[in-house]
């Protein structure tokens, strides 16, 4: 499984960015997808997952309301749509896949196989 995010850049605070995650190889509407986020010197962070086995998602309380993720079966592609962005949403985002994944390991990041190369999200003040 290769994934491949996209999307990131320079935003104000307030504004608004959409980021993709291309999935190939063996990834398909069955495995969980999921974005993490990292600052420097801080762990990775759990934003927000949608599950391959019934679609649904979850969202830490940070992103909640603000961000949306989605995906588009036909292309093997998930995105992340994040609103209202505000300073301390910036980070290094990564998108992550897992197949089989339960529900109590769903915001682990150690527990997703595979990874992304990571999209930079400026947001400034």
């Known amino acids: 499984v290769q994934l491949q995010a996209s999307g990131g850049g320079l935003v104000q605070a307030g504004g608004s960015l959409r980021l993709s995650c291309a999935a190939s190889?063996?990834?398909?509407?069955?495995?969980?997808m999921a974005w993490f986020r990292q600052t420097p010197g801080k762990e990775r962070e759990f934003v927000a997952t949608v599950r391959g086995s019934d679609g649904t998602t979850r969202y830490a309380d940070s992103v909640k309301g603000r961000f949306t993720i989605s995906r588009d079966n036909a292309k093997n592609t998930v995105f992340l749509q994040a609103n209202s962005l505000k300073p301390e949403d910036t980070a290094v985002y990564y998108c992550a896949a897992k197949y089989g994944i339960i529900a109590s390991e769903l915001a682990r990041w150690a527990a997703y196989d595979y990874w992304g190369q990571g999209t930079l999200v400026t947001v400034s003040s």
């Open positions: 190889g063996r990834a398909d509407r069955r495995y969980t």
